[in-house]
């Protein structure tokens, strides 16, 4: 899991840059540009977002933390496990808000923002990455408890 949340999530980035460029550089028929979402308004947009970026980055610190941990070893107890679990329970339902208030922001200043695509390019990502290390944790050896 060294693949860095960049590395993920700048392919669908570009792709959606390529197909929202030429929307948001096209001119009116007088020649003149008309952003779709005003200076104003996507300063509106970043500032509803931050909350859930920084959401998103915990949880990939989170994530990773927890992949270094069961990378490091093969066996854990039965107690170590559980945590893991409801560690990584904890962090696919913080995404699953994080997605939720997305679709809140889109709904309020619509889905044109690229920084809205990003940030939800970068959930399903981490959402990706949170369910690969659950795979790892259950690929760990439990270790059998001694009386």
Do not use: C, W
């Not at 960049?6 to 929307?23: G, R």
């Not at 959401?55 to 990378?71: C, R």
């Not at 559980?82 to 200043?109: C, K, W």
Request: proline share 3%; no cysteine; hydrophobic share 40%.
């Amino acid at each position: 899991m060294k693949t860095s949340l960049l590395k993920i999530t700048a392919p669908a980035l570009a792709i959606s840059l390529v197909f929202a460029a030429p929307a948001a550089f096209a001119g009116n028929e007088d020649g003149s540009h008309e952003s779709s979402v005003s200076i104003k308004e996507q300063t509106q947009i970043e500032k509803a977002l931050e909350p859930i970026e920084n959401n998103v980055f915990g949880v990939n610190d989170e994530t990773t933390a927890i992949t270094g941990h069961l990378k490091s070893k093969n066996t854990i107890t039965l107690e170590e496990y559980r945590y893991y679990d409801q560690r990584l329970s904890s962090l696919v339902n913080r995404l699953g808000e994080a997605r939720q208030d997305i679709t809140i922001v889109s709904s309020q200043y619509g889905d044109g923002s690229l920084h809205v695509a990003g940030i939800g390019v970068a959930i399903a990502a981490s959402l990706d990455v949170a369910l690969d290390t659950r795979e790892q944790l259950e690929a760990v050896n439990i270790q059998a408890e001694t009386p």
